[in-house]
T-cell receptor
Framework: GDSVTQMEGPVTLSEEAFLTINCTYT??????LFWYVQYPGEGLQLLLK?????DKGSNKGFEATYRKETTSFHLEKGSVQVSDSAVYFC????????????FGDGTTLTVKP | GAVVSQHPSWVICKSGTSVKIECRSL??????MFWYRQFPKQSLMLMAT?????????EQGVEKDKFLINHASLTLSTLTVTSAHPEDSSFYIC?????????????FGPGTRLTVL
């Protein structure tokens, strides 16, 4: 079955540091890939998505590129802020399954001033 | 657009009582809604998939008689935790996918914190 493996956390960075959170996946067919962000006490918010190989999703300074050859979708940001502190989830889903998703375990990011 | 609400945002109840949680898609029609449970510092655990007008599909290990799901309309799904016990205390999150448009994308509600005393 499908699976998503995320870099283990927690990750602690200083403000303005470069961020990478690794995500690799195993799936049949051609899934869509997602990054979600969860702030304390809240639900998940869609951060970005990519639907096919070599697509780059981007939002709020975050980027991730769908790499089919390495089955990866690593999240990057050039300069993190304290407000980026949250839990980040990588996920995949298939268009044929009404959005039923497989999630990674989440990576907690703490950004210190 | 694509806003999903949940009500209540938090609830405290006594052991043995039932609690109903509502999930609404505010500005779109949702053919499918999902219910998740999340324990502290853990990922989301899918409990069930709910399609409008039909019975929910429960994941393995989830008691359908304990977690009753009703998806009565294209904008509303409810989760009822029956005879709640302290071990049911958790963060419950719903999500919805659109009836039209990008079928692979889920939109999440803000979650409901359930505490059973």
């Amino acid at each position: 079955g499908d699976s998503v493996t995320q870099m283990e956390g927690p990750v602690t960075l200083s403000e303005e540091a470069f961020l990478t959170i690794n995500c690799t996946y195993t799936a049949t067919g051609y899934p869509s890939l997602f990054w979600y962000v969860q702030y304390p006490g809240e639900g998940l918010q869609l951060l970005l998505k990519a639907t096919k190989a070599d697509d780059k999703g981007s939002n709020k300074g975050f980027e991730a590129t769908y790499r089919k050859e390495t089955t990866s979708f690593h999240l990057e940001k050039g300069s993190v802020q304290v407000s980026d502190s949250a839990v980040y989830f990588c996920a995949l889903s298939h268009n044929t399954n009404a959005g039923k998703s497989t999630f990674g375990d989440g990576t907690t990011l703490t950004v210190k001033p | 657009g694509a806003v999903v609400s949940q009500h209540p945002s938090w609830v405290i109840c006594k052991s043995g009582t039932s609690v109903k949680i509502e999930c609404r898609s505010l500005d779109f029609q949702a053919t499918t809604m999902f219910w998740y449970r999340q324990f502290p510092k853990q990922s989301l655990m899918l409990m069930a998939t709910s399609n409008e007008g039909s019975k929910a599909t429960y994941e393995q290990g989830v008691e359908k008689d304990k977690f009753l799901i009703n998806h009565a309309s294209l904008t509303l799904s409810t989760l009822t935790v029956t005879s709640a016990h302290p071990e049911d205390s958790s963060f419950y999150i719903c999500s919805a996918s659109m009836a039209s448009g990008s079928l692979d994308t889920q939109y999440f509600g803000p979650g409901t914190r359930l505490t059973v005393l």
